[in-house]
């Protein structure tokens, strides 16, 4: 121990064999369940040009700063110590304030745009719970360096995308964008723009996000005088007037106002959605909104257009029409809306909502979230949307804190457990569960024989073991071979070594039979042949594939 | 800051934006080479029945406890700090002892023999240098609950198999196999036994561990009086006797006395290996050795049977002899040799070696070492070999830290940023360092046409971006495509929008041109070309073929 403060453990007793608390272990398919998924999504980000990117877990303190999505948590920190040199170091809390701090190191070699991705664990120092562990995955994307919102449009629909690959189908998962100019607008509306007003404005950015779960009401009630939960416990709201409260609740209530006025959601043709669209962009040009002014040139297929989105920023426009930051930001929603429908991203997939608010400090643009939207039964029996697995956003001013420059930059983090959760409970996990061959070992001096067989055997590209363990309890081996999913066993004893055979036991078959182990018609099919030692190789690959065919045909039950 | 005695950064001036001390950055290909190398590995590892473990960066310290295979460093220690509940902890300094608390925290759910691998960084607080980082990647395989020496003669085949299928050709490594046993028979027998004289095995096993660096009269200095290097500083010695280095030398030279008795080191027959190993397991017998008494049955195939091993195992017996550790180190080594062969496992890539040492506690049998024989020009402009990538051993104490009850286990660790260097060296690299193709912005108001050419591209599985920065400076774009060693520059001005045309501008060709600008004939062809809007993606798609096809070819200059 370098560090002198830390105590040299003198063990009278013995050491806990122990996880830090909050900490876990993975095993087997949970590392390549979750390797595939990266992997798979990797490809994607590959695709749109992004470049990996792998910083170190230990940062500085002064590099990290202190910018959490997620402030409004208790207990919320990060685990540092002071370096010899008294230097203060801490391990990453995500995978953003490393990128800030690149970006501000290596400014002048960097490509700009600079689009990079990162996938690896960061480390919270928070109290553990279920399921909420002090290390964990993250999976970024962001694009450092470009203002426009084309970046914010691309990070979205490449959102989508790395959704499908890994096998969330189209229909059961949503993009949402939200703008943070927009919320701004909105409490500059609702008359809560000023610096005194902080607090209230937080009050209602988080009763905002919980739309979800607490209804019209409890938003309402959190906006007023405050709400009474289920427990009995009272949470203040922000003491809005009625008039104030109406503001905010016509604006989070903008998804339902669009869908009641949408008679089909899904497929409007394109004269309407037109129409809809020129409108907006045609205001923008006239209050002269820099950099917004388009001319909408109608070449977006037919087939697939989608009203949904321009009726959602019609919508918010007219809330927000009295504030300048307001406008700006519903219009910034309509470019980024345009841009996707010209690479096909319609509402199905990536939708305008006013619901999304992600944190409180950080962003200063587009806001971002993909939701599932089918049903899972939760932990406490109740039927509910699995919800979020990935948000992200626009944040002009972290790589500011560094150069004094601002560098404009947007980015998404993927929660690589909740998706690994939602896969599992779609019976998506790519999971290579595949167990060994189990060379077994019946007698001690000829392990160079047993050796030399699961030798071919891994030659030929099969994954294969010789059993390790004392050989003396056979029952052993064949325990072993089950707790590794073995599919087959081989066994040579002294009378096959004799005659240059070996026995070869269907692992798989066997363990269907002891399932049906009344079929007296299963119990007389040989789930164990003799083979010749020569052709162990060929007849292991046989069996292989033959469970192979198994597996991949109905259920045995289903072939009675 | 959940730690109380962290300090708040109160930035009165801007932070700096550096990695700190010792750690670094690693990008774009940097990152893809080691995982497709890691990748490779992990197919080897699995094919061999090995099952991946993933634990948390953080354990306590009492679990870690100290067993650094390299104690005798300066410096050497861990990053570590003291949890709010009052548990020290610390990021884990390598993969094995985190293996340890597993086998015992899971001891009764793991299969037993529990073979697992791991990859990931582990960190070290010491002082960082040129090249020596303090985080850094181990990728470690080892065999846990099996005492058998099958199961180190699986992990040196398994080295052996990784390092051929990342790229390391046959006859550019080789894995040395030694046996601490057969160490401690050299002491014993040179007299160096007691607890007391400890110091002194330490001197000696240092000095063995230098022999290819300082040679015999180097390692013959440092076992009597000591050694004054080329520097002037002075190493002291053992202070042994002239009888009790002969001893040592004895050992330490069987490398040289084996290839002198050797007429042919690569191939001998059969018979004659076969006589030597029979010699060797009827001495065993006859000496009575537990579990090392064999039968030999002769099934090896003659045409590649190697005499090496033998030869070396049968000095190392001669000169142990007295010593009942040494001898039973030898003929385990003996019965390694012998397994390694039955899978066709020869002294040209698995070598038993007196002279790898590998650390000073921790190893208790076999120890193992893979070194890469081809030569390289070192920093210093001298040509040497490349050296070790990887190594390991028994260590059967581990686990029983935690439980009491001894755990035999043995395993090796590949040092991955030194593999990556021997490949880089060998140019085997399989960087994916493609860029993507740049569709460059003319007129930033059909910001969403080029969106749309981008997605096409994309759909069809073509890496591309569309340039994000400010477009006013077209040379930017240029310079940014250059930047990102951008295969193609997609262009659309009015003109082209008109027509509906692009321009694809083929930017290997353009270089290529560059670098031969003198070259009239070729400044005539066509870096560019003018296609329709509707055939992008084919055009691209043949451009990119072309220029694959152009990469394979042998060198433009050579087309001259």
């Avoid at 189908?169 to 609702?190: F, I, S, T």
Wanted: glycine fraction near 10%; hydrophobic fraction near 40%; proline fraction near 4%.
């Amino acid at each position: 121990m370098a560090n002198d403060k830390t105590p040299v453990a003198k063990a009278a007793r013995r050491p806990r064999a122990e996880t830090p608390r909050g900490f876990r272990d993975y095993f087997g398919a949970e590392v390549t369940a979750r390797k595939a998924m990266l992997d798979k999504i990797a490809e994607v980000y590959h695709r749109y040009g992004f470049d990996p990117l792998e910083t170190s877990a230990v940062e500085t303190v002064e590099a990290l700063g202190k910018f959490l999505p997620d402030v409004d948590r208790p207990n919320e920190g990060v685990f540092g110590w002071q370096d010899e040199d008294a230097d203060w170091l801490a391990l990453r809390y995500d995978l953003t304030a490393p990128l800030a701090r690149v970006a501000a190191q290596y400014r002048n070699d960097l490509p700009s745009p600079y689009r990079r991705y990162a996938m690896g664990p960061v480390w919270r120092n928070e109290k553990p719970g279920p399921g909420r562990f002090r290390q964990f995955y993250q999976c970024d994307a962001d694009t450092v360096g470009s203002g426009s919102v084309a970046a914010d449009a691309e990070i979205c629909a490449m959102l989508s995308d790395a959704l499908e690959i890994v096998g969330i189908p189209r229909g059961d998962y949503v993009v949402k964008v939200n703008n943070r100019k927009v919320l701004n607008g909105v409490m500059e509306v609702a008359g809560l723009a000023g610096d005194d007003k902080e607090a209230e404005r937080g009050i209602v950015l988080r009763a905002i996000d919980k739309i979800d779960r607490l209804g019209d009401e409890g938003v309402r009630a959190l906006l007023g005088a405050g709400r009474k939960d289920e427990s009995g416990d009272f949470t203040k709201g922000a003491g809005l007037s009625d008039a104030q409260a109406n503001v905010v609740m016509g604006f989070v209530s903008a998804n339902k106002a669009v869908t009641a006025r949408l008679s089909n959601e899904q497929d409007v043709a394109l004269a309407a959605g037109d129409t809809v669209l020129s409108t907006i962009l045609g205001y923008a040009a006239a209050i002269g909104i820099p950099g917004i002014e388009r001319k909408e040139r109608g070449n977006i297929p037919a087939e697939s257009f989608r009203l949904r989105n321009h009726k959602t920023i019609e919508h918010l426009l007219s809330i927000v029409d009295q504030s300048v930051a307001g406008r700006e930001g519903a219009l910034e929603l309509a470019e980024i809306a345009r841009l996707l429908e010209s690479q096909g991203y319609f509402a199905d997939r990536i939708r305008i909502d006013p619901s999304v608010v992600r944190g409180l400090g950080y962003y200063t643009g587009p806001v971002y979230e993909a939701e599932l939207t089918f049903n899972i039964v939760d932990e406490k029996g109740y039927t509910r949307n699995f919800g979020s697995v990935a948000g992200g956003g626009r944040y002009d001013d972290l790589v500011k804190r560094f150069t004094g420059q601002a560098v404009p930059a947007t980015g998404v983090s993927i929660g690589v457990d909740r998706l690994l959760a939602a896969l599992s409970a779609k019976g998506r996990m790519a999971a290579d569960t595949a167990g060994p061959v189990v060379v077994t070992v019946m007698d001690r001096d000829r392990m160079a024989d047993y050796m030399a067989m699961v030798g071919e055997l891994r030659q030929a590209g099969i994954r294969a073991e010789v059993y390790l363990g004392n050989p003396k309890q056979f029952g052993n081996q064949l325990k072993y071979a089950d707790k590794r999913q073995s599919p087959i066993a081989v066994i040579q004893g002294g009378d096959e070594a004799l005659t240059d055979e070996v026995i070869l036991k269907d692992l798989i078959l066997g363990s269907k039979i002891a399932e049906s182990a009344t079929l007296e018609e299963w119990k007389g099919r040989p789930a164990q042949v003799k083979v010749k030692r020569e052709d162990l190789v060929e007849r292991v690959k046989a069996m292989l594939e033959d469970q192979k065919a198994m597996r991949d045909a109905k259920p045995l039950s289903e072939w009675l």
